[in-house]
């Protein structure tokens, strides 16, 4: 079987399962206007800086990243389809499924967060190709990243709550850089010449992820 | 004679450099109190803060010997199972 | 029953041994020089300058910890030897303390010397933060070893996210820094003294500090590593 052709069947099934039922993409949405809207009643009507204000989106971002992007490969162990996956599928086209699952996901669910913060919080954003571009990378570094630890918490015994324990040292750079982006985009902020190097960091961060999470996923995948 | 009472050498005096760029920090290391230090810091301070080093060289002290300790448990448990071990020796349970 | 192993032993007893002599007396001698010997007086910074030859090698032997652990991870991947996973987890174990005991020398020196009059305790330097994250780190990793039960499962899949998180370790040495002021040599504005201004006099005694922590890590780590094979070696074959 051509490789492109397994990564895209796997990518596939869980688009159509997902459709199906539509839990995961549900649940991301609502953790994330969930959050958004908490952490506006606890502001109240007090002016917030750009910085916070970058720093809050992608806090609710995270959290609801680690919170549903745990179930890619729980949700195989629960249906029992992970022997047939690993007899009909190499283990790097898995990865690459899930790891394409995972990314659109995260996008759709970025893209729902800064319109819900754009409006809520009334911000204006003078670089909206910027903003963009931050929420592309930091979706492909989440995804990277999440995806081979999705793979690890479901060989641990209690499977749910320890993605977030694993995942958020992890992130500690992606969120550093993704922050400092996005204040870039947003009113007084330092622009494209600005945020280069974060964006640059993004790009590598997400590279060495994905490359380490591809090397590594065999080990994890056929136990 | 400490060691405190020793002269420093002259010649490595440093001139602070670079006084143009400031930080939010600068200011905040480079302010001389002007109040007497108080309590805690009286004591470190006192001695050209030489107690500072003593508090991390302890620190690190005792660091390393709760860690020893940690091993000593352990090997401690071992033994005791080692005694257990032996005293379920097949020799001696048949007699018992 | 009682059979003694077939493998050969793991560790070198004799290398251990002379290795652990070697280290006391190496130390005592480290932290002879570093009271006794005279270091230019600098404002601010007076006799805790001295601390460069305690606090700092926390920071370098930290760093070999990670990269021993690191190391021992890959070779288990490649080789299956459970020796393999029992050395990468002593490494990681040893080296988080060594890390927490830098974080806390550097907390109480700099509490004393730069914010004296201020009550800063923590503040947002980035090494400190950036130790503080592999705190983090290790401690999920640990988590995640006590979070299977299965040997060779746990060993797996603690190998390979100890090796994805030293993946993306050396971005968290280059994003960190870059965004919070530092007090830490190199840093603007710093009146700390720089690589370049490291006084002549205390270079011998810091870089022997340096390879004196390593060392006494090595001996430390070795230890726990023969407690380890014990107890899995009981545990497997009870007398």
Known sequence: MNWMHGAWAVFEKDVRLELRSRYAINMLLMFVLAALLLVLFALGQTPVSARVQAAVLWIVILFSGAVGLGRSFISEEERGTVLLLQLNTHGSMVYAGKLLFNFVLVLVLNLVAVAAFVVLLSVAVPLPGLLLTTLGLGALGLAGATTLLAAIIARTANRGPLLPVLLFPLLVPLLLSVVSATRAALPGGAGWAGAQDELLTLVGFAGVVITASVLLFDYVWND | ?96 | MNAPSTRKPAIDLRRYRFVRAAVGVWMTGVIGFAFLRDIPSLEILEHTARNLYFHVPMWFTMMAAVIVAAYHSARYLATDDPVRDVRAEQAARVGFVFGLLGILTGIVWARFTWYVGQGIWWNFDPRQTMVAVFLLIYGAYFTLRSSIDEPTRRARVAAVYNLFAAATMPFLTYVVPRQMPSLHPGAEGSPAFSETDLAPVMRPIFYAAIIGFIVLFWVIYTQRVRTALLEEELEENPL
Do not use: C, H, N
């Open chain 2, 1 to 96: 004679m400490g060691i405190w009472d020793l002269e420093p050498v002259p010649s490595m005096q440093i001139i602070p450099q670079d006084t143009t760029a400031t930080s939010p920090y600068d200011t905040v290391w480079t302010q001389v109190p002007e109040q007497q230090p108080e309590g805690l810091e009286r004591v470190m301070l006192a001695e050209d803060k030489l107690f500072v080093v003593l508090a991390v060289v302890l620190i690190i002290w005792f660091g390393l010997l709760f860690f020893l300790y940690r091993t000593d448990r352990r090997l401690d448990r071992l033994e005791r199972s080692l005694e257990r071990g032996i005293s379920q020796d097949p020799d001696e349970s048949v007699v018992g």
